[in-house]
């Protein structure tokens, strides 16, 4: 059985400038945690939920006040404990579209945890120091190819002290879940990139962090198929959601926020329709 999916019927009569299409919610830096956040996921009840994946950190793993890798930007609002990143871009979502999802609540669950499969798109953080128990390359592998779509974010290029094993380990890992998947770079002309917001250039992406290029996009295709479903899509050497965590607080730029709202809607858009 495929996994559910909820078509997003899109407003097409909305036009967005640069400045509006800017999340304003929050505005504070949130209190850090002390090791492990709590997570309290709310009743599935079929409308769209922001799902992020959990796993065991890699040596090194760990931020400020021990916050472990997957978490990196969930950071509780002092009301439900949950991500300012994926409220705010559900909150773009809910504005533009007829999504009508949760921009209240999110979800974190492991690979491995049955209750992942109720949402068909999720979202990996920090890939360098992502490691998987062989039950959870088991269930990644059913999850993908039940029809569930990744998001990958957030990691450095290979030989950064900072990022464990950068690429060279998020490879290695969809290797042990799909031995016969095969990551390719992507080409801006994919249906990916039109899904919504019509993206026309990797060179308007914003660089979050380092001064080691742009970024990159990497999917892996259903049977390899560059025509076929794409099951993951990987933001290399970036952080996208870094613009969707602090677009309304004036840490990043209002133009450079816009470019990554429209990836991460178009993300989303795409999760839900293929």
Known sequence: MRLPRFLAAISCSVLLSGAVLVAQFGGQFPRGFLGEPRVSNPTYDGRFTFARVKYAPGPGGFYYRGLPAWAHGYIPDGRRGSNRAEFSLVKILNEISYLNGHDDSSVVFGFDDPELFKYPTAYLTEPGFWTMTDKEAESLRAYLLKGGFLIVDDFRHDGDPRQGGGWANMEANFR?????????????????????????????????????????????????????????????????????????????????????????????IYGMTH
């Open 176 to 268: 042990r879940a799909l031995p016969e998947g095969r990551l390719v770079k992507m080409e801006i002309s994919h249906p990916i990139f039109d899904s919504f917001f019509h993206i026309d250039s990797f060179n308007l992406i914003p660089q979050s962090y380092d001064a080691m290029g742009p970024p990159e996009f990497w999917g892996l295709f259903e049977d390899n198929d560059p025509n076929k479903r794409l099951m993951v899509i990987v933001n290399y050497s970036t952080d996208v959601s870094d613009f969707w965590e602090f677009s309304a607080t004036g840490f990043r730029p209002i133009e450079e926020s816009n470019e990554a709202y429209k990836l991460g809607v178009n993300y989303i």
